[in-house]
């Protein structure tokens, strides 16, 4: 029942009591109570349209929320544990921030490699092997035929991080 159709029966009700039996405040309450019988019969529909709105409000707060939990985890721990939801939060705004979110990390690890061999060349053109470590020092790397170009690459870089660390043992003495 409406508020609106409780307001009415209550003047009605006021009405008949401070009419006293005169024929006009009978008369307008009885219009009232008709009023108040119609808005009755048409509350229902309103009502439940009324309750699907608000369900339907609260589930696009609950993706909105939904959204914004999926955006700021940028880990791959609390990415998965983000997306984690009731597939009634779920929507394509939140798949598309998830896929800005996955590629953000991809992005974030390739930027660490490369910032990790970046300072590992500079620091071996940097290198005055002989000043240094006043003996020559060189970087083996050994390639047999059947290895690819990446293992040489990760051959490489061991051999360096093994110099540098060597160089620096050789200052600390």
């Given at each position: 029942?409406?508020?609106?159709?409780?307001?009415l029966?209550?003047?009605?009700?006021?009405?008949r009591?401070a009419?006293?039996?005169?024929?006009?405040?009978?008369?307008?309450?009885?219009?009232?109570?008709?009023?108040a019988?119609?808005?009755?019969?048409?509350?229902?529909?309103?009502?439940?349209?009324?309750?699907?709105?608000?369900a339907?409000?609260e589930?696009?707060?609950?993706?909105?929320?939904?959204?914004?939990?999926?955006?700021?985890?940028?880990?791959p721990?609390?990415?998965?544990?983000a997306?984690?939801?009731?597939?009634?939060?779920?929507?394509?705004?939140?798949?598309?921030?998830?896929?800005?979110?996955?590629?953000?990390?991809?992005?974030?690890k390739e930027?660490a490699?490369?910032?990790?061999?970046?300072?590992?060349y500079?620091?071996?053109?940097?290198?005055?092997?002989e000043?240094?470590?006043?003996?020559?020092?060189?970087?083996?790397?050994?390639a047999?035929?059947?290895?690819?170009?990446?293992?040489?690459?990760?051959?490489?870089?061991?051999a360096?991080?093994?110099?540098?660390?060597?160089l620096?043992?050789?200052k600390?003495?």
């Amino acid at each position: 029942m409406s508020e609106q159709t409780t307001d009415l029966e209550r003047a009605a009700y006021l009405l008949r009591d401070a009419a006293f039996g005169r024929s006009e405040g009978r008369q307008l309450a009885a219009k009232l109570e008709v009023i108040a019988a119609q808005l009755r019969i048409s509350a229902p529909p309103m009502s439940s349209e009324l309750d699907r709105l608000r369900a339907e409000l609260e589930r696009e707060r609950m993706r909105l929320a939904a959204c914004g939990a999926v955006a700021s985890a940028n880990t791959p721990e609390t990415a998965a544990e983000a997306r984690k939801m009731h597939d009634d939060y779920r929507s394509a705004s939140c798949d598309d921030v998830a896929a800005a979110v996955d590629r953000e990390m991809r992005l974030r690890k390739e930027n660490a490699a490369l910032r990790e061999d970046a300072e590992r060349y500079r620091w071996l053109r940097q290198q005055d092997w002989e000043i240094r470590s006043r003996k020559p020092l060189a970087i083996r790397v050994y390639a047999s035929e059947d290895e690819d170009e990446s293992t040489n690459a990760d051959v490489l870089d061991t051999a360096i991080d093994a110099a540098r660390a060597a160089l620096q043992g050789a200052k600390d003495e």
